[in-house]
């Protein structure tokens, strides 16, 4: 059973900074695309930036290039989402999600190329 599980996230102010991250099991995580993803109320899931968990090759899309960081750790086959400059247009539901099906130089990110879903959590932006 494919199992990714986010957390950090919060309420910060206009400026600060949170890091994401996303456990999965090793199956889920070894060789695979994982990609970050958020979601506004009252708006559609955005993809934002992925990993090859086997290279380490990333991309981001523009809205958040120079701001968020991804990253890897693969002796915890954890993937994190580094947030920095947070704006209250920032405030969302953040998933982070896995897939195999499609390579990850695919772009841009959209959720129905993805196969798994971690629950989401939530970053709220004060300003």
């Known amino acids: 059973q494919v199992q990714l599980v986010e957390s950090g996230g919060g309420s910060v102010q206009t400026g600060g900074s949170l890091r994401l991250s996303c456990a999965a099991d090793?199956?889920?995580?070894?060789?695979?695309?994982m990609g970050w993803f958020r979601q506004g109320a009252g708006k559609e899931r955005e993809g934002l930036i992925s990993?090859?968990?086997?290279?380490?090759?990333?991309y981001y899309a523009d809205s958040v290039k120079g701001r968020f960081t991804i990253s890897r750790d693969n002796t915890k086959n954890t993937v994190y989402l580094q947030m920095d400059s947070l704006k209250p247009e920032d405030t969302a539901m953040y998933f982070c999600?896995?897939?195999?099906?499609?390579?990850?130089?695919?772009?841009?990110?959209?959720?129905?190329?993805?196969?798994?879903w971690g629950q989401g959590t939530q970053v709220t932006v004060s300003s």
């Open positions: 990993i090859y968990t086997s290279s380490g090759s990333t």
């Open positions: 090793a199956y889920t995580y070894g060789g695979s695309c």
């Open positions: 999600a896995t897939r195999r099906r499609l390579s990850c130089g695919v772009h841009p990110l959209r959720p129905e190329d993805f196969e798994d």
